[in-house]
Nanobody, 112 residues
Framework: QVQLAESGGGLVQPGGSLRLSCVAS????????VGWYRQAPGKQRELVAH???????QYALSVKGRFTISRDNAKNTVYLQMNSLKPEDTAVYYC??????WGQGTQVTVLS
């Protein structure tokens, strides 16, 4: 199973930006789906953004137009660019590969 390491989280003002990175321990074939999920305190983990096996992207309605998921297969890395952050984006963000491998999560806190 591939090991994943997220980074890039932090504390930010509303309207600010962050870029999350997820580095895999080995190469991820381009046909393998990757995604970002998040879990806020007291809430279930939810899908934020996803790149399917065919390369199509999917976003939660709450982040559409503000967040962008991308992948760099040469660097074994998946990114999540987050712009116009809101307090309700506060959560632990997790990277997922192939629907089975999870990272340890990175905390994103948007001040209110």
């Amino acid at each position: 199973q591939v090991q994943l390491a997220e980074s890039g989280g932090g504390l930010v003002q509303p309207g600010g930006s962050l870029r999350l990175s997820c580095v895999a321990s080995r190469s991820i074939p381009g046909i393998v789906a990757v995604g970002w999920y998040r879990q806020a305190p007291g809430k279930q983990r939810e899908l934020v953004a996803h790149i399917g096996s065919g390369g199509s992207t999917q976003y939660a309605l709450s982040v559409k137009g503000r967040f962008t998921i991308s992948r760099d297969n040469a660097k074994n890395t998946v990114y999540l660019q987050m712009n116009s952050l809101k307090p309700e984006d506060t959560a632990v963000y997790y990277c997922n590969v192939g629907y089975t491998s999870w990272g340890q999560g990175t905390q994103v806190t948007v001040l209110s």
